[in-house]
């Protein structure tokens, strides 16, 4: 059970990952450091 729950943790950080890859778009709900922000 405990595997099966982290593959669809990570399956999910992976498709989040790429959605901000290809479109740009940033998951709702995330805040960036300001250092970040400034940069990026």
């Known amino acids: 059970m405990r595997r099966v729950m982290l593959v669809a ?7 989040t990952l790429w ?3 290809e479109t ?3 998951p709702e ?4 450091p300001a ?3 400034a940069t990026g």
């Open 19 to 21: 959605r901000y890859v």
């Open 35 to 37: 250092k970040a922000a």
């Open 9 to 15: 943790m990570a399956r999910k950080l992976a498709m």
């Open 29 to 32: 709900g995330l805040t960036m």
């Open 24 to 26: 740009g778009l940033v």
